[in-house]
């Protein structure tokens, strides 16, 4: 099983910065695709970012260009440095981490709330 913790969420002004992290804990295998989603009241859940083990990541169209997304295998973390906020931004984001060979798994954190706003 594998438990994540994000942090780092809070309020920012348009055109601000924010780093979220997520540590994942627990007894599992390597070689998990772990990322970022985010939703707002009313909307489906949607992607923010992933990267693999191999450090390969994917963005959103929406994200791409202001966004990075890091990892560190050994510390079993990835962050997701937001820059050029926009009030769109504004949603709770979750953590991922999921793994598609057997034994596979998929798991969520709790989410943290990002604010975007003047």
């Known amino acids: 099983q594998v438990q994540l913790i994000e942090t780092g969420g809070g309020m920012v002004q348009p055109g601000g910065s924010l780093t979220l992290s997520c540590a994942a804990s627990g007894n599992f295998p390597s070689g998990s695709i772990m990322g970022w989603y985010r939703q707002v009241p009313g909307k489906q859940r949607e992607l923010v970012a992933t990267?693999?083990?191999?450090?390969?990541?994917r963005y959103a169209d929406a994200v791409e260009g202001r966004f990075t997304i890091s990892r560190h295998n050994g510390k079993n973390t990835i962050w997701l440095q937001m820059d050029t906020l926009r009030p769109e931004d504004t949603a709770v984001y979750y953590c991922?981490?999921?793994?598609?060979?057997?034994?596979?798994?998929?798991?969520w954190g709790q989410g943290t709330q990002v604010t975007v706003s003047s």
């Open positions: 990267i693999t083990s191999g450090g390969i990541a």
């Open positions: 991922n981490a999921r793994r598609i060979m057997s034994p596979t798994y998929n798991s």
